[in-house]
């Protein structure tokens, strides 16, 4: 299995971006897809998720009504849009794939840096 993020970078606070995650390897269309974070001397911690038939997501606190995943099983990809950025967004995010068992499957990560 494979989990490649794609997306990250250096924007300003207020401004946006969009993570990608291409998944192969793995049924995607039976994959329960999340994001994860890192910041800077921080514990990884849950951001968003998306059910497998994209029904249903659920997110963080802290990134309710700014950020919003969603996933294109045609293309085997997730994505998470993520508005109104701030600098305590700044972290690595990670793409994660439950197919059964938990978070069992991690891609590499990207990087997003929100300077004020």
């Known amino acids: 299995v494979q989990l490649q993020a794609s997306g990250g970078g250096l924007v300003q606070a207020g401004g946006s971006l969009r993570l990608s995650c291409a998944a192969s390897?793995?049924?995607?269309?039976?994959?329960?897809m999340g994001w994860f974070r890192q910041g800077p001397g921080k514990e990884r911690e849950f951001v968003a998720a998306?059910?497998?038939?994209?029904?249903?997501?659920s997110y963080a606190d802290s990134v309710k009504g700014r950020f919003a995943i969603s996933r294109e099983d045609a293309k085997n990809t997730v994505y998470l849009q993520m508005n109104n950025l701030n600098p305590e967004d700044t972290a690595v995010y990670y793409c994660t794939a439950n197919v059964g068992s938990g978070w069992e499957y991690w891609g590499q990560g990207t990087q997003v840096t929100v300077s004020s």
């Open positions: 390897g793995l049924t995607f269309s039976r994959a329960i």
């Open positions: 998306v059910s497998w038939s994209g029904g249903r997501t």
